[in-house]
Nanobody, 126 residues
Framework: QVQLVESGGGLVQYGGSLRLSCAASGRTFSSYTMGWFRRAPGKERESVAAISWSGASTRYADSVKGRFTISRDNAKNTMYLQMNSLKPEDTAVYYC???????????????????WGQGTQVTVSS
């Protein structure tokens, strides 16, 4: 198993930036595909980004492509989400997720992930 803890959320102004972190413990971090998801108030959880075990391959939801960057540091057992040009529509609870399937192209679907953090709140003011 792996335990995941998100951090770095907060209140930011329109157009601002935040960097979220996901600290992992337990089974070898590099054995997992990692992803970020988010849930806005009154809406279903949606995919944001995903990264392969090595960090060589990344994928992004269309809504964040060009603005967000996912990365990982396996030596530190940590994954990151750099969020730039933030919009009010980005306001949500952001979740870190880990999946055991080591796909060459990381999956955006929730079913590919086995472990989840409890989330960190990101609020973007208009």
């Amino acid at each position: 198993q792996v335990q995941l803890v998100e951090s770095g959320g907060g209140l930011v102004q329109y157009g601002g930036s935040l960097r979220l972190s996901c600290a992992a413990s337990g089974r070898t971090f590099s054995s997992y595909t990692m992803g970020w998801f988010r849930r806005a108030p009154g809406k279903e959880r949606e995919s944001v980004a995903a990264i392969s075990w090595s960090g060589a391959s990344t994928r992004y939801a269309d809504s964040v492509k060009g603005r967000f960057t996912i990365s990982r540091d396996n030596a530190k057992n940590t994954m990151y989400l750099q969020m730039n040009s933030l919009k009010p529509e980005d306001t949500a609870v952001y979740y870190c997720a880990a999946g055991a399937a080591l796909l060459s192209i990381p999956a955006l679907r929730e079913s590919a992930y086995d472990y989840w953090g409890q989330g960190t709140q990101v609020t973007v003011s208009s």
